[in-house]
């Protein structure tokens, strides 16, 4: 299924550091099929996921590399959702409704991830940060927390557009770049913005 292999691009991760043994990589687990290409192998470094360790050390990762990525895995997505960037990293996606009387509803997600810890890297049986497919299985650091919820919203996004769906009040995605490390920048920036343009939600 397509969500599988953008999840190679987009690794999630998990808080479980790994064990001496080298076996607590977290996985998921996919099926090959022939419309799946393996792009994680392709693209490694993509979107690749990044330790969030502090604000500064994301900013060592260029900002294109990220927007490239997303634009090319969810190219409907781009096209037809109006996008904001927020404190450099955090996004938010806004897809129109029909009915602007509505209020919209809020879904929620982030793209950091852990760091690993320095002088463990031997310990992992796949780079941790790769996202790479191997035997059928995508291996990241950490498999669900939370990559996996953000290619998710994406992947739905991007299907039903491609059917020509039209949402009935407005849908709002934000993904924020630092929820490890306290979400300052990423959510709390966001909720404030919300806040000042006296946005309410329906649903969140």
């Known amino acids: 299924m397509n969500l599988a292999r953008r999840s190679a691009i987009l690794p999630s991760v998990g808080l ?3 064990s001496t043994s080298g076996h607590a990589i977290e996985r998921t687990h996919s099926r090959k099929t022939e419309d799946q290409p393996q792009r ?3 693209e490694p470094g993509c979107i690749a996921a990044r330790p969030a360790r502090a604000l500064g050390l994301c900013r060592k990762r260029p900002r294109a590399s990220l927007d490239l990525g997303l634009e090319r895995q969810f190219p ?7 996008r904001e960037v927020v404190s450099e990293f955090s996004l938010v996606y ?3 409704g029909r009915d602007p009387s509505l209020e919209p509803v809020l879904f929620l997600a982030h793209m950091d991830v852990v760091p690993v810890e320095p002088g463990t890297q031997a310990d992992w049986e796949q780079r941790p940060f790769s996202g790479a497919v191997v035997g059928g299985e995508i291996w990241g650091r950490g498999a669900m927390d939370d990559k996996t919820a953000v290619v998710g919203l994406l992947e739905a996004t991007e299907a039903l557009l491609a059917n020509d769906f039209e949402p009935q009040r407005t849908i709002v995605l934000a993904f924020g770049h630092d929820e490890e490390v306290g979400g300052s920048q990423g959510a709390t920036v966001m909720a404030a913005r919300f806040e000042q343009a006296s946005q309410r939600f329906a649903m969140i």
């Open 16 to 18: 479980t550091p790994p």
């Open 40 to 42: 994680a192998a392709a």
């Open 94 to 96: 806004r897809w129109a």
């Open 76 to 82: 409907r997505v781009h096209r037809a959702l109006e």
